[in-house]
């Protein structure tokens, strides 16, 4: 294993409470560098694209859970829905339909996150709460029979601006602390807050991040 890479993942790892998942950002990377990270005790990896997620998969051990944490079209999900180990990305009721349907073919239940909109950009997807509220008005989430809710995930604003990015975090906690109690109060599963990136996961961790994505300060910048 290359000592750079070796030395950031444990670097990493320390500043990383027991009770948090680090999703080991592979986008863009290859299969010989996730390997490596595979060697050191790292499981959990994370993919932007279904083509290169479902590559990936194939190549590598069959104990590595994926986790698709890129935008995903719809016509795409029947690809990953055999094995992906968690869908970070659900950003819209035609999109949860789609993968109750193609979980359901395959005879599992997919983990998923509910995305939320939190940053002051244009370029990021994501419910926001009031479209929430009101697909569970309709849809309670045990329509959804082969969906796992696990919780919820957001990006934060692209910015120097520290104060910015903590509030947003502050407000991805405050909308799960919201779906907790008025429709998984009952579900122990649901339990995620996905946030956190190279830049600021420490930031995140301390805002109740449970779960932190990280590529570049592992891997390199791309």
């Keep these: 294993m290359s000592n750079s890479i070796e030395s950031a993942y444990r670097d990493i790892k320390t500043t990383i409470p027991e009770k948090v998942s680090l999703v080991a950002v592979s986008k863009t990377k290859p299969a010989k560098l996730i390997q490596e990270l595979y060697i050191q005790g790292q499981r959990i990896f994370g993919e932007n694209r279904v083509q290169e997620l479902v590559e990936k998969y194939e190549s590598l051990p069959k104990d590595i859970q994926w986790h698709l944490i890129g935008h995903l079209q719809r016509n795409k999900v029947k690809y990953i829905a055999p094995f992906v180990a968690m869908i970070h990305s659900i950003?819209?009721?035609?999109?949860?339909?789609?993968?109750?349907?193609?979980?359901?073919?395959n005879n599992r239940k997919i983990k998923i996150l509910l995305q939320f909109y939190i940053a002051q950009e244009e370029t990021k997807f994501g419910f926001d709460i009031e479209e929430i509220q009101n697909l569970f008005s309709h849809k309670s989430p045990e329509t959804f029979d082969s969906i796992d809710f696990c919780g919820v995930m957001g990006m934060a604003s692209f910015t120097e601006n520290k104060n910015q990015v903590r509030n947003e975090f502050k407000n991805?906690?405050?909308?799960?602390?919201?779906?907790?109690?008025?429709?998984?109060?009952?579900?122990?599963?649901?339990?995620?807050?996905?946030?956190?990136?190279?830049?600021d996961y420490l930031m995140a961790i301390e805002e109740g991040s449970t779960m932190v994505r990280i590529g570049s300060s592992l891997f390199g910048v791309r």
């Design 91 to 105: 950003d819209s009721e035609r999109l949860l339909d789609e993968v109750n349907a193609c979980a359901r073919k």
């Design 172 to 199: 991805l906690k405050s909308i799960f602390g919201l779906l907790k109690s008025n429709y998984f109060s009952q579900n122990p599963g649901f339990k995620e807050i996905s946030m956190g990136m190279s830049s």
